[in-house]
């Protein structure tokens, strides 16, 4: 299903070269200002055609909010959006129905709708269905920051270039703030070059490169969440894992910390201001699914962007025959700059969803 959440409900609605995409987001609650000018950057930060780094595609992304919002405030009915597609070029997918895109969904989404599903740009399961997605975000993220959470992501890594890693300990509001408008989101600046020379050899070769993203959600008090199936990291990680093209994702130290021992891994406690906080946070804020009250921090792991034109090797489903594939059409050669935006709305929508379970 195309729906995420209990309290706050999203639901998400169309396909690639379909007339439109959009959501409906029920659930939040009435009286809350939204300013129009932040959701559209978010949105922009998203949008195709916009860099080097992404898809030539150009989709102006400007969603048209059918309800929920009136003068700029919430109203408390459903919140629904619709972003029309006017930049399709459908005839490039023609031949993927017969032969899938390894990579791709195409060959699963053929087996479990019986050939029936939208091939054209990848249908419902595209990248371009996050639009929506991060307009819901968009929303909620700043109710959120009304009540003093913040969320902020940069690109971690391309390929094999690394940026620096947050501070998981403390975080400035003005490196969120910088951080939520950049369209390539870095904490070190001077590894941009490196990271767009990354991105533009394998474009050159026909091929594509992926990368990571870490987040950092602030401000969220000790006590949200709950243990075993109600977790924090499981909300966190079903609202990831909807973003296609992330494949894995760790929270706080991780894969790494699974290397130490529990006396290097600890976060020791300490009275600061007269509140509980750790020395060090390589639990990422969470310890048995509940909030400790220090920032929730996760990183996701997102995959070369499977549609390349270099070919590849690939079966005819009507010949029953093996074959060679090289995709045609508009696609990134790194999905993970514009990504970043989506991982920040889904954040969002799972810290919101969690607060509104309290």
Known sequence: MSVYGEKIK????????????????????????????KVLTQMSRRAPGKDKTATPRLEKDFPNIKSGILNGVTTGAPIACLIENTNTKSSDYSNLMDSPRPGHSDYTAYVKYNGNNDIRGGGHFSGRLTAPIVFAGAVLRQILEQQGIKIAAHISSIADVEDTAFNPVEISDSLIDELNVSRFPLIDKSKEEKMRSAVESARADGDSVGGTIECIVKGVPAGVGGPLFDGIEGAVSKAVFGIPAVKGIEFGSGFSGSKKRASENNDAFEFKDGKVVTKTNNCGGILGGISSGMPIIFKAAVKPTPSVSKEQDTVNLQTGKNAKLSVKGRHDPCIVPRAVAVVEAVAALAIFDLLENR
């Open 10 to 37: 999203l639901t998400v609605f169309g396909e690639s070269h379909g007339e439109a995409i959009g959501a409906v987001l029920d659930g939040v609650p009435s009286g809350y200002k939204i300013d129009m000018d």
